[in-house]
Nanobody
Framework: QVQLKESGGGLVQAGESLRLSCAVR????????MAWYRQTPGKERELVAV???????DYADSVKDRFSIQANDTKNGLFLQMNSLRPEDTAVYYC??????????????WGRGTLVTVSS
């Protein structure tokens, strides 16, 4: 079983920064990709940023040049640096990881989310 736990959310003013962290625990053989999603009430969960095993990254257009996704070398930590925050970035942010436990057992896991609130 793979467990993900987010931290680092909070209340900030527009223009400020936050850094989200996601701790990944489990008997993981490989993980690819790792991603951050966000969701607001009444809307579908949307992809914010993704990082792949080779280090390649992709971002939602709305956060490009403001957010940066990183993973540590052991892939048990995922981070999202959020700069120049806007009120429309207010959401619950979720950590997501896909990979394998052992040689042939795939997994997809989600954290429970951390709330980011940006005031104007």
């Amino acid at each position: 079983q793979v467990q993900l736990k987010e931290s680092g959310g909070g209340l900030v003013q527009a223009g400020e920064s936050l850094r989200l962290s996601c701790a990944v625990r489990g008997n993981i053989a490989s993980v690819n990709p790792m991603a951050w999603y966000r969701q607001t009430p009444g809307k579908e969960r949307e992809l914010v940023a993704v990082i792949r095993s080779g280090g390649g990254t992709d971002y939602a257009d709305s956060v490009k040049d403001r957010f940066s996704i990183q993973a540590n070398d052991t892939k048990n930590g995922l981070f999202l640096q959020m700069n120049s925050l806007r009120p429309e970035d207010t959401a619950v942010y979720y950590c997501n990881a896909e990979g394998h436990i052992g040689a042939v057992s795939p997994f997809t896991s989600w954290g429970r989310g951390t709330l980011v609130t940006v005031s104007s």
